[in-house]
């Protein structure tokens, strides 16, 4: 894993030094790079911590049953992390195969009946919608051991500093 500082949110920055993994947060301004790659391999990893907290907001100050499963099942997830915090890229890959990728898939079946179960402007389908979006790249860590679950280890390592990005190549 590498720390790379550009002085700026702009995909270009990116595009002129990545070809692999990019662990990122939700800023959809990160989209771009994948549209101005020229056939680089980029893939956005995307942050189970920004997903969830689309979730726990609604729980903070009202009843919300559907986001309150919905962050049963991302615990879930983070517990099988905690067990193979530290741990080669290769064991981290086998614990994630063999515990995360079931939870994994209940947890997408779960997100797409829960969206039919609300209305389709409540502030829980917005959430639901935000995950679903970015799904292809919060589901990243299951195929590569090396890629974090979230980019909360970066994030705090920088603030309140100018934020940089992890790149993970495999």
Request: with cysteine; glycine share 6%; net charge positive.
């Amino acid at each position: 894993m590498a720390f790379i500082y550009a002085p700026g949110r702009l995909g270009q920055h990116v595009v002129e030094i990545l070809q692999g993994i990019l662990q990122v947060y939700g800023y959809a301004g990160y989209n771009r790079v994948l549209d101005l790659r020229d056939n680089a391999p980029i893939q956005l990893a995307y942050c189970w911590a920004h997903a969830r907290r689309k979730l726990y907001e609604l729980t903070h100050n009202n009843v919300a049953p559907i986001a309150e499963e919905g962050l049963k099942q991302i615990a879930a997830l983070y517990r099988i992390e905690g067990q193979v915090r530290g741990q080669s890229a290769e064991k981290r890959l086998a614990m994630r195969q063999q515990k995360s990728a079931s939870k994994v898939v209940s947890f997408k079946i779960w997100l797409n009946h829960a969206r039919t179960q609300v209305s389709a402007k409540s502030p829980t389908v917005q959430a639901l919608k935000y995950i679903v979006k970015y799904w292809d790249g919060l589901i990243l860590f299951l195929t590569d051991g090396c890629i974090e679950m979230d980019s909360n280890a970066v994030e705090r390592t920088i603030r309140p500093a100018k934020k940089e990005r992890a790149l993970c190549r495999s």
